[in-house]
């Protein structure tokens, strides 16, 4: 059976406004100038669906490459219940390891084929079948998120009749930015893997994770790097959130680490400042508030709607299903 989405919610940009405008801090906590910001959101509710890598650990979804190979595209299998896959997700193993692009509601008992991107250039080989991985750090997941919004936005310039989008990223630019990460990182992979240079902070991570607790009845979360608040991201579900914590807190932690080598080799300016100012969660809410009316939507890749958003120094996406808002990331785009 192939998964075939339904009609979208009858206003999704109205469900994403009332989303962005039940949007609160709870707790700000930081180390080593990372800081992180958990969210509270009105309307949460209790999810109905597995997440991806939970559903990978316990066999209830199968993703694997096509038949005849495929860099940018490969297929999931879901077995008795619904899996949502989020952007930034990765699977590993396959030919390549790969990102997820978009943020995907696969009902049960479907079979789906899903966009991706590569995150190893120099591997080709027979495997076929996929693991879940960790998740894409924020910056990396930020540019692949601005990428994927240009493409669409160009397919809705040239409309298909279903209005359906192909979800496809710059892969070039994917590979472009690990090779420049590995030269800032002083080390490099045999197959240029993103997963081979996140296994080499393994121990920096872990001790970031160990220093930021999900607080209880949080929802959502904003993280500030360098001094500016960098990404938004927001959940359906407050045990969403808590299952995804830890993967979101080594996202974020990655970003941060690169972020300094950056600074260290003089490739950006060194921060004026060392946390957010109060007023920087309010401005890219705003901003994406003011984004909306211009944002493109359409049918998603499985259920749902697909929105991409692109304003005054944010970008993002939601995915919407009836009038909930699954998932929202939202990303900082310098000036």
């Not at 038949?67 to 219940?81: L, N, R, Y």
């Not at 590993?92 to 509601?105: D, E, L, S």
Request: aromatic share 4%.
């Amino acid at each position: 059976m192939t998964n075939q989405a339904p009609a979208a919610t009858a206003d999704p940009r109205a469900a994403l406004a009332r989303t962005l405008g039940s949007i609160r801090p709870l707790v700000t906590m930081e180390r080593d100038g990372l800081v992180l910001i958990a969210l509270v959101v009105a309307g949460s509710r209790a999810a109905d669906y597995l997440a991806f890598e939970t559903a990978a650990s316990t066999n209830a979804i199968e993703v694997h490459e096509l038949a005849d190979g495929s860099v940018g595209t490969v297929e999931a299998v879901t077995k008795q219940q619904a899996v949502v896959l989020f952007a930034g997700d990765t699977i590993t193993g396959g030919k390549q390891n790969r990102i997820i692009n978009i943020t995907m509601w696969l009902a049960a008992n479907t079979t789906t084929r899903i966009p991706v991107s590569c995150l190893e250039a120099h591997r080709w080989d027979s495997g076929s079948r996929f693991s879940s991985g960790r998740k894409v750090d924020y910056e990396l997941r930020a540019r692949v998120n601005r990428s994927v919004g240009e493409q669409a936005r160009a397919e809705a310039a040239m409309p298909r009749p279903s209005g359906q989008r192909s979800f496809r990223s710059d892969q070039g630019a994917v590979w472009s930015e690990i090779s420049a990460r590995e030269v800032r990182a002083g080390s490099a992979s045999p197959t240029a893997s993103l997963h081979d240079l996140y296994a080499r902070e393994s121990g920096d991570l872990a001790a970031f994770s160990r220093a930021f607790p999900c607080p209880p009845g949080a929802n959502g979360l904003a993280v500030g790097i360098g001094g500016k608040l960098v990404a938004v991201e927001v959940f359906d579900a407050p045990e969403t959130l808590a299952a995804q914590w830890h993967r979101l807190v080594e996202g974020a932690a990655s970003a941060h680490l690169d972020h300094r080598r950056a600074v260290a080799a003089g490739a950006i300016v060194p921060p004026s400042h060392r946390h957010p100012d109060p007023g920087a969660l309010g401005r890219m809410l705003g901003r994406t508030s003011t984004a909306l009316a211009g944002a493109v939507v359409s049918p998603s890749v499985g259920e749902g709607s697909d929105i991409r958003l692109a304003g005054i120094r944010v970008s993002g996406s939601a995915l919407v299903r009836g009038d909930r808002v699954v998932h929202l990331e939202l990303f900082r785009v310098e000036a």
